[in-house]
């Protein structure tokens, strides 16, 4: 295992010609501008947070243009997809041209072995903690401060907020989302697009589509209107 401190060879977007466009423009996309930036790319190679047209006007975030989802030119950009929302994430990838290039981006104080496998979109935020043969899926955004233990699996699209804890041996499902500070015990599943709330303790398997609070996590049913 080593501490990365210097850009990894997955930034691939490091030293390429096609400027990066940040799809979103909200607090993850400005958090992961942020990223981008602490892996050292120059601020000309980003081309501004691009939105539908109806979240445009003529403004900047963060010092960068805010521009029309139709600009988007897979010949000239290259595609971040900075959306926190599983779902939504995939949605959105899934709405770009063909030939779109998704680089990954791994924040240089990330702990992970030397041989990670960062898949196209995979976005490894400050701090984050990855141990022996873990499996990143395409499109894995991990949040600040997430730690995944040994031989576990991660979907694709699956996001961690801030601090949650993956143990070893977990299989994380496509497009699952795991809240802030929520935990997973080892050899745990977790089903496809369910969502785990923060500060869970997870002891058991989750299912498909579930969402599941407290500890021990359990899942989250609502009164009938
Ligand atoms: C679990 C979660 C998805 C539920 O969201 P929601 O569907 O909008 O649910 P509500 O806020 O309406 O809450 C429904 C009930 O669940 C409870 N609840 C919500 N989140 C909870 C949590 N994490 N742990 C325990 N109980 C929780 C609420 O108190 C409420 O209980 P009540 O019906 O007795 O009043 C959400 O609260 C959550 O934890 N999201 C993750 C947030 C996060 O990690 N953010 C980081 C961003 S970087």
């Known amino acids: 295992m080593k501490t990365s401190m210097a850009v990894p060879p997955s930034n691939a977007a490091a030293g390429h010609a096609q400027t990066i466009a940040i799809i979103g423009a909200g607090g993850h996309a400005r958090e992961t501008v942020l990223l981008l930036l602490q ?44 959306i926190g929302d599983s779902r939504l994430r995939r949605t959105v990838v899934e709405s770009l041209p063909p030939g779109t290039r998704f680089p990954g981006f791994v924040h240089p104080s990330v702990i992970s072995p030397a041989d990670l496998s960062v898949a196209e979109g995979v976005i490894l935020h400050a701090g984050c903690i990855i141990t022996t043969n873990v499996q990143l899926g395409r499109h894995v955004h991990l949040n600040r401060g997430s730690q995944v233990g040994h031989d576990s699996v991660l979907g694709e699209f699956v996001t961690t907020a801030p601090g949650a804890i993956i143990s070893g041996n977990c299989t994380i499902g496509t497009t699952a989302y795991l809240g802030a500070m929520s935990c997973i015990r080892e050899r745990q599943e977790i089903g496809a697009d369910s969502v785990i709330g923060m500060g869970a303790v ?6 498909a589509h579930a969402t599941y609070v407290g500890n021990p996590a359990r899942p989250l049913t609502r009164a009938l209107a």
């Open 39 to 82: 892996c050292g790319i120059a601020r000309d190679a980003i081309a501004g947070f691009f939105v539908d047209d109806p979240y445009w006007s003529d403004i900047s975030v963060e010092g960068f243009p805010l521009r029309r989802r139709g600009h988007f030119d897979p010949a000239h950009h290259d595609a971040v997809v900075a």
């Open 202 to 207: 997870v002891v058991g398997n989750v299912p």
